[in-house]
């Protein structure tokens, strides 16, 4: 039904070009349903992805208003919080438990395929330094309940996370395991 409802609001906007708009349904037809367990989940994704294609595929200021006003509605029904869509988050996103208590900060890119449970914090280490901070993490990323990570960050693709981890400006190489408390970098060895 969301997925429905959001096709007819897209089918009427007539200034975007029709292949980018029968990709971004693709994905987020994919997206709603690897997120199928929970409409908490459904919503969150629905009212993050709205913002995003007024941000990034899109851009038009009064379909991004629009958008606000309508993921403010979703999130006062789903008792959550949805993240800015000026946030790049690839395709593919896993939100186990919604957006509660994730925060993202907007200097932050997500690659494809992406798990994030619940109380994330990807932030600035430093007010100072905020615009000159950038988290990047890259795909096939799953990130563990209570991680923090800080700072100058770069994550490569297929890292896990494990919970309560803290990061803090490191990077942490492809086929990595963090394992909390200390986060100390494991290498896992692909076969």
């Keep these: ?12 906007i007539k200034f975007m070009s029709m292949k980018s708009n029968f990709f971004f349904l693709k994905e987020l037809q994919r997206e709603l349903k690897i997120n199928s367990e929970g409409w908490k989940r459904q919503i969150a994704i629905v009212s993050y992805r709205i913002k995003f294609y007024f941000v990034y595929i899109n851009a038009n200021k009064i379909g991004l208003f629009f958008a606000k006003l309508l993921s403010y509605f979703l999130d006062f029904v789903s008792q959550s919080r949805s ?14 438990h ?20 619940h109380n994330v914090t990807l932030g600035v280490s430093n007010l100072k330094e905020k615009n000159k901070t950038k988290i990047i993490i890259g795909n096939n990323v799953m990130i563990g309940c209570g991680t923090t990570i800080l700072g100058k960050c770069s994550i490569g693709n297929n890292v896990t996370i494990g919970s309560n981890s803290f990061l803090i400006n490191q990077n942490i190489s492809e086929n990595s395991t963090v394992i909390a408390p200390v986060s100390k970098v494991k290498k896992t060895i692909k076969s």
């Design 1 to 12: 039904m969301i997925c429905s409802l959001l096709r007819i609001f897209l089918k009427n």
């Design 83 to 96: 993240l800015p869509g000026n946030i790049f988050i690839g395709y593919g996103l896993i939100i186990p």
């Design 98 to 117: 919604g957006f509660n208590n994730v925060f993202i900060t907007e200097k932050a890119t997500l690659g494809n395929d992406i798990t994030l449970f």
